[in-house]
């Protein structure tokens, strides 16, 4: 075996034993069960792991990951994944988390061909193109930053026409869908002010966050307006193409 991968056992026996040593029955405890408030739908990006970004521990996430972090009706894989976390393992929060400077939205702002990834960052372009107005009329700069968080704004809703949610909902169970973005550059998760519990429309909802995505990265200064704005603003006065 590498060297390099000799590495990784190594470091895995010493962390074993260092949790081992300051939790005693860590392990034991985790092998009884699993019970994740929380589920995390973010990009395969090795620069996007969701335990380290948020300080969560071994049996206190459920993540399933993919390229650009897309949701698609059709996929059983998805699907599968989030129905495990609502139906059994009653999670509470479901995290769609896309980050800035991904090569899956790069590409689909860009039309680049990459081979048969092309085929599924076409839902990105999907997306790209129902609000080509919008990205548009932003500074050049600011597009794919733009798109990334309009890729979650879209995911959410994805997530949350699911049978999986609307089953979910309809009999009672207390789970939201969050759309979140994370910054490579600082480390720093940017929650974009678009949570679902299945009282609210949906529609209305994604409404909102798509104003506040035109408002934020029509800003002069983007960079600035993501760190001083999180959740941006509600005072723009028309809509986008709707859903
Ligand atoms: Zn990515």
Known sequence: ???????????????????????????????????????????????????QITGLEPGEVFVHRNVANIVVHSD???????Q????????QHIMVVGHYGCGGVQAAME???IGLADNWIRHIQD???????????????ARADALCELNVAEQVVNVAVSTVMVDAWSQGQKVSIHGWAFG???GLLQDLGLSVDGDKPIENLYRAAVQRIRYKWSAPSPELAVRAEPHGNDSASTVEEPR
């Open 1 to 51: 075996m590498s060297d390099s991968l000799d590495d990784l056992f190594a470091h895995n026996r010493a962390w074993s034993a260092r949790m081992e040593r300051d939790r005693p029955g860590f392990f034991t405890s985790l092998v009884k069960q699993q019970t994740p408030k929380y589920m995390w739908i973010g990009c395969s990006d090795s620069r996007v792991p969701a335990n």
């Open 76 to 82: 059983l894989n998805a699907l599968s994944a989030i």
């Open 84 to 91: 495990f976390a609502v139906e059994r393992l009653k999670v």
């Open 111 to 113: 039309g680049a061909r």
């Open 127 to 141: 997306v790209r193109d129902r609000h080509r107005v919008m990205l548009e009329s932003l500074p050049p700069e």
């Open 184 to 186: 490579v550059h600082d």
